[in-house]
């Protein structure tokens, strides 16, 4: 495909053949999935789509977001695990190769969590708004500055920085931080873990990168109570891969920032023109 095209939604054949293979391992774990594959997608409009998908497919036992995204708005994670928990008994999430930063606050808030083989979190780095430049700016980068200014020896250095380093990005950073801590040690399981410290520690301030990999000896090791050692027989995480294959190459060709979809649905936000597309029946509040 012309990677110059613009393209609106998912070419009828592709999302023929998800379809099928998405009902299919429906039906082999007797559940409802959701996939949602995008680079730092984690926003309040993240969760208006996602609720949107949710309701079409209505209460049931079991939900499992297929989860790959590099993070984003913690507040954000919160709403999205809410928005699951009020349609499920059973809210599943599915790690096929990164859920980083506000990602991982999702995927430790499941009642299960499956890291396939390539699967990986990340520390719960959020985001923090520079409100005159409408940018967003990892919290940890904002640390890293402060570091570097509390190290140095050089007084030209250290005023100059200080002088450029925004007041209000410091207050943010700080803020952003114990919100994050506050919401992990507010999720069930980590709350009533002997070793609830250790586990927030690992999740925002034990690692530097916030890019590191929380693997799954990782997660072993920290003995979360919702991680599946267990995992996916390997024709259910071939399914998914083969689904995360196609998805991913329609973002890359196609430019998009975002796709969210269901055995039902599809929810594409991005491409050329930041195309929204939509059901047909929410059109009319959410028009292309």
Same mark, same amino acid.
């Given at each position: 495909?012309?990677?110059?095209?613009?393209?609106?939604?998912?070419? &009828? &054949?592709?999302?023929?053949?998800?379809?099928?293979? !998405?009902?299919?391992?429906?039906?082999?774990?007797?559940?409802?999935?959701?996939?949602?594959?995008? @680079?730092?997608?984690?926003?309040?409009?993240?969760?208006?789509?996602?609720?949107?998908?949710?309701?079409?497919?209505?209460?049931?036992?079991?939900?499992?977001?297929? /989860?790959?995204?590099? @993070?984003?708005? *913690?507040?954000?994670?919160?709403?999205?695990?809410?928005?699951?928990?009020?349609?499920?008994?059973?809210?599943?999430?599915?790690?096929?190769?990164f859920a980083k930063s506000a990602a991982t606050y999702i995927a430790v808030?499941?009642?299960? !969590?499956?890291?396939?083989?390539?699967?990986?979190?990340?520390?719960?780095?959020?985001?923090?708004?520079?409100?005159?430049?409408?940018?967003?700016?990892?919290?940890?980068?904002?640390?890293?500055?402060?570091?570097?200014?509390?190290?140095?020896?050089?007084?030209? *250095?250290?005023?100059?920085?200080?002088?450029? /380093?925004?007041?209000?990005?410091?207050?943010?950073?700080?803020?952003?931080?114990?919100?994050?801590?506050?919401?992990?040690?507010?999720?069930?399981?980590?709350?009533?873990?002997?070793?609830?410290?250790?586990?927030?520690?690992?999740?925002?301030d034990k690692y530097i990168d916030h890019g590191y990999p929380i693997n799954?000896?990782?997660?072993?090791?920290?003995?979360?109570?919702?991680?599946?050692?267990?995992?996916?027989?390997?024709?259910?995480?071939?399914?998914?891969?083969?689904?995360?294959?196609?998805?991913?190459?329609?973002?890359?060709?196609?430019?998009?920032?975002? *796709? !969210?979809?269901?055995?039902?649905?599809?929810?594409?936000?991005?491409?050329?023109?930041?195309?929204?597309?939509?059901?047909?029946?929410?059109?009319?509040?959410?028009?292309?």
């Open positions: 495909m012309d990677s110059k095209k613009i393209v609106t939604k998912l070419p &009828d &054949d592709i999302f023929s053949e998800i379809q099928s293979k !998405l009902k299919k391992i429906e039906e082999k774990r007797k559940s409802k999935i959701i996939f949602s594959i995008g @680079g730092y997608s984690v926003s309040m409009m993240m969760s208006l789509h996602f609720h949107r998908i949710i309701r079409k497919i209505g209460e049931t036992e079991v939900l499992e977001l297929v /989860l790959d995204s590099g @993070g984003g708005q *913690i507040d954000s994670a919160s709403k999205i695990v809410n928005i699951f928990r009020e349609y499920c008994k059973t809210f599943n999430v599915i790690v096929p190769f808030s499941a009642d299960n !969590l499956i890291l396939c083989k390539a699967g990986e979190l990340g520390p719960v780095d959020p985001q923090v708004k520079h409100p005159a430049l409408d940018t967003f700016f990892p919290a940890s980068s904002i640390k890293d500055a402060l570091e570097f200014i509390e190290s140095t020896k050089d007084p030209y *250095i250290k005023l100059t920085m200080a002088d450029k /380093l925004d007041p209000f990005l410091i207050g943010a950073y700080r803020s952003a931080m114990r919100e994050s801590r506050q919401y992990l040690e507010e999720i069930p399981h980590i709350k009533k873990a002997d070793n609830m410290r250790e586990i927030v520690f690992a999740l925002t799954k000896p990782i997660c072993k090791e920290l003995k979360l109570k919702n991680y599946s050692e267990e995992g996916l027989d390997k024709d259910t995480e071939n399914k998914i891969y083969d689904i995360h294959d196609m998805l991913i190459n329609e973002i890359r060709e196609n430019n998009y920032d975002l *796709i !969210l979809i269901s055995s039902q649905d599809k929810v594409i936000i991005g491409g050329p023109k930041k195309v929204i597309d939509i059901p047909k029946d929410l059109q009319t509040t959410f028009p292309k």
